[in-house]
């Protein structure tokens, strides 16, 4: 939407700028809503003004919609030069005074995620709206596998006011891993041991999703919508989510950015799919179907100790430590299940089970309570039909209540679990395929190895800082 008005119609109060008789009826946008005021350049020909009047300013601002979407409007400002020139400032001058907006900004893309979209979404669609916010951008592009580690390792975060990663959950995994990683580096903190309180990171994160998984952002921001991304980012506005940590061999292996933590049959899907990059975008599709349908599930014992979340957790609670416990109850309430004939165990880092409901979830609300109660979500899959699988399956697409309601599913909301596979239905050869799944973990759509076939994972509370307003 295209506003057109004359200057003298646009009010400018101190939390809002009101533009009169649109309609007949008020426009009030709140300052916090603005996202920035440009001069217009002048028409490239005089004979565009003979039918027209060019505008002598624009305003932008952000417009709320359904399901979490933000667009960004358009006010078309006519008058006199001094008049616009000097509500050009004026606007500008209250942007100048929000404390939260970023300024500069580092922007990390991957190109090659999912659909190889990142560097046009980013000259298309973001850098135009950075450009009418005024924010200036030092931007890297990732030129080969794991490349964004070394971008990342070498860059001042103490130089920008914010990180912009532009890919999906795999490349915002790699940055939270080399971030958090060196700031208990630098804290001294025995990060390796899962009761150690995590330091948070100071430097917030915007996501802008380009990638194959975009779990994060939806967590975030409601949906997969690139402009809703990039306006929660030029609001400024921040909030410190959870990150789950993996352990094995008495090491911190990786962290989590809170979308997903799995053994068995959904990290045999993420070993399978990157396998068969030959199919590119296709792979995403053929794969899980292909071994949903027609391959053998492959089925394990596994000690699995479950440490529940507790109750009335409250994350401002300095008192207790990042995994959201007190110390010395570090071990209370422990619950072991030697379970056989599993096909997966996964974790999600938000706790579905809390805030389930006969509809579709609501992935902010979910994320809003996770931050709170200290808790995430544990699913331990038993063998079943692949009818009642599938239905399953595509029943978690939507996270109602239902889906969470089987009997080959044992569910849990925890603060932390162990998981020690015992045995497998079939004893693989070494150096096979299969010895070589057994040893590897998913995190976030990447595969980690772990020793012994054996990990943990725990909860750390708000520890990562990230753009988003809700």
């Known amino acids: 939407m295209v506003l057109k008005v004359d200057v003298k119609l646009v009010v400018l109060e ?34 565009s003004s003979l039918f027209m009047t060019p505008p002598n300013i624009v305003i932008r601002y952000i417009s709320r919609g359904q399901h979490y979407k933000w667009t960004a409007e358009t006010v078309e400002v006519i008058g006199s030069k001094e008049n616009c020139e000097a509500l050009k400032n004026e606007i500008n001058n209250k942007l100048g005074q929000e404390k939260e907006r970023p300024k500069k900004l580092a922007v990390f893309i991957n190109p090659i995620g999912g659909s190889q979209t990142s560097m046009s979404v980013y000259s298309k669609v973001v850098t135009p709206l950075f450009k009418a916010a005024n924010i200036t951008c030092d931007v890297m592009v990732s030129e080969r596998p794991k490349h964004m580690i070394d971008l990342v390792s070498g860059f001042d975060t103490a130089s920008v006011d914010g990180l912009v990663v532009v890919g999906g959950d795999g490349t915002l995994l790699e940055i939270l891993n080399c971030l958090l990683t060196r700031v208990q580096k630098e804290a001294g903190l025995d990060y390796d041991q899962p009761s150690c309180k995590l330091k948070p990171l100071e430097v ?7 990638g194959t998984g975009n779990g994060a952002a939806t967590g975030l921001y409601g949906n ?79 000690k699995v100790t479950v440490f529940p979340k507790e109750q009335n ?40 089970l809390s805030v389930a409901t006969d509809s579709k979830l609501d992935f902010v609300k979910a994320t809003q309570s996770s931050r709170k109660n200290g808790g995430f979500c544990l699913f331990i899959n038993k063998r079943t039909s692949r009818t009642q699988f599938l239905t399953h399956f595509f029943q978690l697409m939507t996270l109602t209540r239902s889906a969470f309601e089987k009997d080959f599913l044992s569910t849990h909301s925890v603060r932390g679990y162990k998981v020690k596979v015992l045995s497998h ?32 994972v725990w909860n750390h509370m708000r520890i990562i800082k990230f753009y988003t307003c809700f």
């Open 204 to 210: 917030p994160i915007g996501i802008i999703p380009t």
């Open 313 to 352: 957790t409250d994350s401002s609670d300095e008192d207790t430590d990042a995994t959201g416990r007190e110390e010395s109850a570090a071990t209370e309430g422990k619950e072991a299940e030697f379970s056989s004939n599993l096909i997966g165990v996964a974790s999600f880092g938000v706790d579905f």
């Open 224 to 302: 997969n919508d690139v402009v809703t991304a990039v306006l929660h980012i030029i609001r400024g506005q921040t909030n410190y989510n959870n990150a789950q940590a993996v352990y094995s061999g008495r090491k911190l292996v990786s962290f989590s950015g809170g979308v997903c933590v799995a053994y068995g049959l959904f990290s045999d899907i993420i070993y399978h799919t990157d396998r068969n990059r030959w199919l590119k975008r296709a792979r995403y599709v053929v794969v899980p179907i292909n071994i949903l349908l027609f391959k053998r599930q492959r089925q394990f014992t596994a």
């Open 425 to 456: 239905d079939e004893s693989p050869q070494a150096n096979s395929q299969e010895a070589e799944i057994n040893k590897l973990v998913d995190v976030d759509g990447e595969l980690i190895e772990i020793v012994d076939e054996e990990y943990e």
């Open 14 to 47: 101190a939390d809002e700028v009101i533009i009169r008789k649109v309609k007949d009826k008020p426009v009030s946008i709140k300052i916090c809503d603005l996202i920035g005021c440009q001069t217009c350049e002048e028409p490239s020909s005089s004979l």
